[in-house]
């Protein structure tokens, strides 16, 4: 069974500072790994994905497969960083399927002035 | 629409009360899934639907709980006889096709509270 654990209920940084939102799982084979984020009174939406290797809003996450884990980094937390995130995994049974995300239980970033 | 939208936004129900919870995915898009989240907790897969196809529904809680979409556009979760463990957020998600990493959108949820 696949798990997803997000060490950090809360985090609390000051603007400026770099900030790591930790993400590891429990999965036996190869999976998709997601970070979503909810900001206050607005929608879960992705921020970025491990198969797109990509920088958004100046976060970046590395999948690393020794120890399972997917953490988010940004150098200089904003404030308008503040906000819910969520690390997923999604593990289908057959490749080419968009299935069953398995979400932590979050991590609320606050970026203080 | 510009996106998901489900309705209603809050209800308040009585315990043993039945309950139906909306939800109106992007057009066209062919996945919809449902997701549970309790206060304090991620987003916890109940349902999901390829068109009008059911194909998994291995994380309903209970019988009490029950999901279709008829057309494959607009899906329904039904609740019945609902219990105060029931109370939480309920939200639908879309996506366009059933294919390797394509994003799942979500909806602004239905927040469920059962007194």
């Known amino acids: 069974a696949q798990r997803v654990t997000q060490p950090e209920k809360l985090l609390s940084v000051f603007k400026g500072a770099p900030v790591e939102l930790k993400c590891n799982y429990s999965?036996?084979?190869?999976?998709?790994l997601f970070w979503y984020v909810q900001y206050s009174r607005q929608r879960l939406q992705l921020l970025l994905r491990h198969i797109s290797r990509e920088s958004i809003k100046g976060f970046t996450a590395d999948l690393n497969k020794g120890e399972t884990s997917f953490h988010l980094k940004k150098p200089f937390a904003q404030e308008e960083d503040s906000a819910m995130y969520y690390c997923?995994?999604?593990?289908?049974?057959?490749?080419?399927?968009?299935?069953?995300?398995?979400f932590g239980k979050g991590t609320l970033l606050t970026v203080n002035p | 629409g510009a996106g998901v939208s489900q309705s209603p936004r809050y209800k308040v129900a009585k315990r043993g009360q039945d309950v139906a919870l909306r939800c109106d995915p992007i057009s066209g898009h062919v996945s919809l899934f449902w997701y549970q989240q309790a206060l304090g907790q991620g987003p916890e897969f109940l349902t999901y639907f390829q068109n009008e196809a059911q194909l998994d529904k291995s994380g309903l809680p209970s019988d009490r709980f029950f999901a279709e979409r008829p057309e494959g556009s607009v899906s329904t979760l039904k609740i019945q006889r609902t219990q105060q463990e029931d109370s939480a957020v309920y939200l639908c998600?879309?996506?366009?096709?059933?294919?390797?990493?394509?994003?799942?959108?979500f909806g602004q949820g239905t927040r469920l509270t059962v007194v």
């Open positions: 998600a879309s996506s366009l096709a059933a294919g390797l990493n394509t994003e799942a959108f």
């Open positions: 997923a995994l999604n593990a289908p049974p057959n490749r080419g399927s968009n299935y069953k995300l398995t």
């Open positions: 999965y036996s084979g190869s999976p998709e």
